[in-house]
């Protein structure tokens, strides 16, 4: 492992469990009338979690996405002036420090840098943004590994959600799963970071 590709939410700080993903599917559908669906993964975020990204996922590349995303957004800005960090975040940054690191996150990008900023973690961030297909897709995580100057095959992903163990499949990334079990079976996964730092790669 060269570099580290580190999901966000839920991953190093709680900020979906604060954000009311309910109002903007209300949002959305006030904008947009009917939303699309999408081929996803299962996972266990709740069920307007899963249909904001949904419509996001289905939007990508369309001229929708963009205002979408807005809308979407604005209650995760709000939802990060109370976020809390995930369980052992100060130990783990604190570790991998000198590893190239860079956090992927489908959060928007104002909010997924204030959320970050809040909490004191002072790394690069490529936040959900209209040139790239949102994960599970590899785009995102072929965008952090770019910034970095490595290969993707190079990068481990850490992240909590089958959404980020599909990505780096895709992206051909390692991964290492942390704080949930959302993950099929062969997949190391730590209770929280400070066990994952146990789980990555060493060299
Ligand atoms: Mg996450």
Redesign the pocket.
Known sequence: MKALLL?????LVDVQSFTDYEASVVDLEARFGELPGSDIPETYWRPATLRAMEVLVAWAGDPRWQEASDLIEAHELAAVEVSTPMPGVARFVDAIAGIPTVVVTLMGPAAARAALDRHGIDLPVIGRRVDLRPKPAPDQLLAGAELLGVEASACTMV???SW?HGAAVAAGAGFVGVGSTDFPPGVPVAADLVTALGLLPAS
């Open positions: 999901d966000l939410d839920r991953t992240g909590d959600s980020d």
